[in-house]
């Protein structure tokens, strides 16, 4: 039997859906693209690579935050 993990379906998706030119998208599309990368996330979130990327991100947050001031 073949299993499929559904946030890997989601991001073989995404790559295919963002690949196309931007003029050939409608609204909808751009909308319905949004709504799969958001689940995207929430499926990754909290996966051990999901805190890898948040531990990333609060860090480079954060040395934006110190820079500034």
Do not use: C, H, Y
């Amino acid at each position: 039997m073949l299993t499929i993990n559904v946030a890997v379906l989601l991001a073989v998706i995404i790559v295919v859906r963002l690949r196309r030119r931007t003029e050939a998208r409608s609204r909808n599309d751009e909308k319905l693209t949004v709504l799969i990368v958001l689940v995207f996330g929430i499926l990754v979130a909290p996966t051990e690579f999901g805190q890898g990327v948040l531990d990333v991100v609060a860090k480079l947050a954060a040395g934006i935050t110190d820079s500034t001031r």
